[in-house]
């Protein structure tokens, strides 16, 4: 109890708050984590290897388009916000925030939360799996798996989402970096739902840590 009116304490003096969320954020939405309990990457190395990687959707696109369209895109597709991101919105009404999400699901934006930088994209997005650019101007659709060219530079559609391997998009990136460099002690950051073990967000948090005078309150209930 000591420790929850710490906290409670910190965030009400607090100039302004950064939230960074992973996929435990969003569990209660009814959308599987990826690393966790039943996490989706733990379910098969195949899933992880062809639908995970950028190897998949280059040489298998309509087997994985199918796939993700029907076991991942689904639940995202029907969810709905749960309170959590709704006293998100309510919150940043009373004080400067920011939200930081490894989340690709866009619960954070269809609940009304501002000032969001998605560091892993977003699945509701389709992206050129050639160029790795926004080329490909239709809405996300499981028709998809039939065209599989991108209209603009003939390239094969896939969710605009960072998989394995892959560097973080450079504008994105770019913003977390700053906002990150730009804490004071007069900052608290808020952790939710992520074990911050994967690079290069595991940076962002040790940056946090050792060289930034923001205090930092960590919710996992993994841990």
Not at 44 to 57: A, D, K, M, N, V
Not at 114 to 131: F, K, Q, W, Y
Not at 142 to 162: E, H
Not at 191 to 219: C, D, K, Q, W, Y
């Amino acid at each position: 109890m000591a420790e929850l009116g710490f906290a409670r304490k910190k965030i009400k003096n607090a100039a302004r708050v950064i939230f960074i969320t992973g996929a435990g954020m969003s569990v209660d939405s009814n959308i599987r984590s990826f690393r966790g309990s039943g996490g989706f990457w733990n379910s098969s190395f195949l899933i992880l290897l062809f639908f995970g990687t950028s190897f998949g959707w280059r040489w298998f696109p309509s087997l994985c388009w199918n796939y993700f369209y029907d076991h991942f895109y689904e639940p995202i597709k029907v969810a709905n916000p749960h309170e959590g991101y709704l006293l998100l919105s309510e919150f940043q009404k009373q004080k400067p925030t920011t939200i930081l999400t490894m989340n690709v699901d866009g619960l954070h934006k269809k609940a009304g939360n501002e000032n969001v930088i998605e560091l892993h994209g977003n699945v509701h997005r389709p992206l050129c799996n050639s160029v790795r650019k926004r080329c490909y101007r239709s809405p996300l659709a499981k028709t998809m798996a039939k065209k599989l060219r991108c209209p603009s530079c003939g390239g094969t559609p896939r969710p605009d989402v960072v998989l394995f391997q892959e560097e973080l998009p450079d504008e994105e990136w770019i913003m977390a970096q700053d906002l990150i460099s730009d804490l004071t002690q007069e900052d608290v950051v808020i952790i939710i739902g992520t074990s911050g073990t994967v690079s290069p967000t595991r940076e962002l948090l040790e940056h946090i840590v050792e060289n930034t005078f923001a205090s930092s309150i960590e919710i996992n209930t993994q841990k």
